[in-house]
T-cell receptor, first 115, second 112 residues
Framework: DGGITQSPKYLFRKEGQNVTLSCEQNLNHDAMYWYRQDPGQGLRLIYYSQIVNDFQKGDIAEGYSVSREKKESFPLTVTSAQKNPTAFYLC??????????????FGPGTRLTVL | KQEVTQIPAALSVPEGENLVLNCSFTDSAIYNLQWFRQDPGKGLTSLLLIQSSQREQTSGRLNASLDKSSGRSTLYIAASQPGDSATYLCAVRDGANSKLTFGKGITLSVRP
């Protein structure tokens, strides 16, 4: 089945620790995205990548880092510099340059809680 | 800066009712618009994508329309069912390589 997988589903972290959230897609999409969702707020873009070995900061990149070494994978690291990391994290992917047909598809999400 | 608004934030209707969910955006020069559904604690499911050159898209009981000149889109749900209860989000893309800007969503409850 084609789709986007995120792991783990739930993640608990102590203050001061870095954690890495996994995102894998087998849709052969060029572009991948990381969003953060907080109660009462819309989705906010953290980082995005339109091609392997390239990525750009989104609206709230501070305290986060990413890599894009493979087309299928776009892991997100939440560092200790992120002041308020407790949130629901969503990964998405889309085809690039598809003439308006660049529909975004989302993974099931990872809920991160800082203890 | 593009802003997307969805009002009201919550809506409760009886089963069987036809309903319209509204989405407005401030910059009418959009590339495409996408409607999503989100169940509690889950990821987003894409419902419909409307390209800037299109006026509407249909999928089953769902119909989405786009009026760029007025900065509005509507999602029409026919014969609503309790299983339609979820949060519905719209998002617009301003250019081919630009990001999606999301509204905060409308939480729909369909009462049996």
């Amino acid at each position: 089945d084609g789709g986007i997988t995120q792991s783990p589903k739930y993640l608990f972290r102590k203050e001061g620790q870095n954690v890495t959230l996994s995102c894998e897609q087998n849709l052969n999409h060029d572009a991948m995205y990381w969003y953060r969702q907080d109660p009462g707020q819309g989705l906010r873009l953290i980082y995005y990548s339109q091609i392997v070995n390239d990525f750009q900061k989104g609206d709230i990149a501070e305290g986060y880092s990413v890599s894009r070494e493979k087309k299928e994978s776009f892991p997100l690291t939440v560092t200790s510099a992120q002041k308020n990391p407790t949130a629901f994290y969503l990964c998405a992917s889309s085809p690039r340059g598809a003439g308006g047909r660049d529909e975004q598809f989302f993974g099931p999400g990872t809920r991160l809680t800082v203890l | 800066k593009q802003e997307v608004t969805q009002i009201p934030a919550a809506l409760s209707v009886p089963e069987g009712e036809n309903l319209v969910l509204n989405c407005s955006f401030t910059d009418s020069a959009i590339y495409n618009l996408q409607w999503f559904r989100q169940d509690p604690g889950k990821g987003l499911t894409s419902l419909l994508l409307i390209q800037s050159s299109q006026r509407e898209q249909t999928s089953g009981r769902l119909n989405a329309s786009l009026d760029k000149s007025s900065g509005r889109s509507t999602l029409y749900i026919a014969a609503s069912q309790p299983g339609d209860s979820a949060t519905y989000l719209c998002a617009v893309r301003d250019g081919a390589n630009s990001k999606l800007t999301f509204g905060k969503g409308i939480t729909l409850s369909v009462r049996p």
